[in-house]
């Protein structure tokens, strides 16, 4: 795309996730029918899926409609790089309108951590587009049973930053699904989703992932204070079910699924700096030998070699986002938080991880300096 001017505001990019019969489908063909997505271009996977015959407006291009609302809807064709490749330079050329928001709606069996990789490391996107939220939506009749069956469905929950509770309007109870999501996900917002119908204002622009630009939202996405409240974790700690003779807990929380999903959820703080090579190493080793089993990672780190300036890291599961660096801390809170959903990796590991490779690193730096 080297003839193509590169924008000056990156466009932001949603996915659309959520298991098979969730209700995904329905809740996009209502949200291709809003003024608000008026500006919008929706990737989809077919156009006989969603039912959009009585909203066409005209046909742009082979695979793009222009929908009555003004939204524009695109479908694959070949692979996901490919299609916002060509989305991008037909905006540029006037082919279609200019856009200003995608999102991108996954298969019902998808793993959304490849769509995050292509659109956080591919060279050519980077510079046009940027991530600004994952949206999973989750039967709110079914969704337990599909959690209990099917690995893939927890994973689109772990790496969610919202979380579209759907039928809820005709599901007897919501509350034990909404307690397991939390548990699964503690930071990721739930919405009711009531006929299909959700307000899009709760569900894009959300900037999570675009920490770099606006110093100010990375509390807000990294909501390390979700994975500290009781209340949040109360299944992975002293509510979840014990025979007679398990032992009492002892201080800490500890972090067990109820339904044994092996799913973890936790918040790693250090007061004191830390070292790159120490970070470096930990997330090879964690990258190298246990990526698949890390399913989000994000974090703000204080590092020694680099005073005043944080860095924020994001992965999800083996894919690593590059490291942005912030021109300042966003508030007094000058401590390392990492913040991680894995599974079957405990936090007492990961800590004793981390104190070992800073120790390590520390005594290199002072035999280097002798």
Not at 6 to 14: A, H, Q, R, Y
Not at 144 to 150: C, E, G, I, K, P
Not at 297 to 310: D, M, T, Y
Request: proline share 4%; hydrophobic share 40%.
């Amino acid at each position: 795309m080297a003839e193509i001017k590169f924008p000056d505001e990156l466009i932001s990019v949603s996915v659309l996730t959520g298991f098979l019969g969730s209700g995904k489908t329905t809740l996009l063909a209502s949200l291709l029918k809003k003024p608000e997505l008026s500006d919008t271009a929706v990737v989809i996977n077919e156009f006989g899926e969603i039912g959009l015959d009585h909203y066409l407006l005209e046909n742009t291009e082979e695979n793009v409609v222009k929908l009555d609302s003004g939204c524009l809807c695109c479908t694959i064709r070949g692979d996901l790089l490919e299609t916002m490749r060509k989305l991008y330079i037909e905006r540029e050329k006037g082919i279609i309108p200019r856009f200003k928001r995608v999102v991108i709606e996954t298969t019902g069996l998808a793993d959304p951590a490849p769509i995050i990789h292509t659109l956080l490391n591919d060279p050519t996107l980077i510079d046009c587009f940027k991530l600004d939220g994952i949206l999973t939506v989750v039967d709110g009749v079914n969704g337990s049973a599909t959690l209990d069956n099917y690995t893939e469905a927890i994973k689109q929950v772990a790496v969610a930053d919202r979380l579209l509770l759907t039928k809820v309007d005709v599901a007897d109870s919501i509350e034990p699904l909404r307690d397991r999501l939390k548990n699964l996900n503690p930071a990721a917002a739930i919405i009711e989703v009531t006929n299909g119908e959700a307000d899009p204002k709760h569900l894009l622009n959300s900037g999570l992932y675009n920490p770099e630009t606006k110093t100010a939202d990375v509390g807000a996405w990294l909501q390390e204070e979700a994975y500290l409240d009781q209340e949040a974790i109360s299944e992975l700690g002293e509510n979840h079910e014990h025979g007679q003779g398990d032992k009492e807990h002892d201080g800490h929380h500890h972090d067990v699924n109820r339904h044994d999903d092996n799913i973890e959820a936790y918040c790693i703080a250090r007061d004191e700096p830390v070292s790159v090579l120490a970070i470096t190493s930990l997330m090879q080793i964690l990258f190298g030998h246990r990526g698949e089993d890390l399913l989000r990672v994000k974090g703000i780190l204080n590092v020694v070699e680099h005073p005043g300036r944080p860095a924020v890291i994001h992965a999800v599961q083996h894919l690593m986002h590059p490291v942005a660096w912030l021109k300042e801390w966003p508030d007094e809170d000058r401590r390392t938080r990492i913040v991680f959903i894995t599974r079957n990796i405990s936090r007492d590991w990961i800590e004793a991880l981390i104190d070992g490779l800073n120790k390590e690193a520390e005594e290199i730096k002072a035999e280097v300096e002798q």
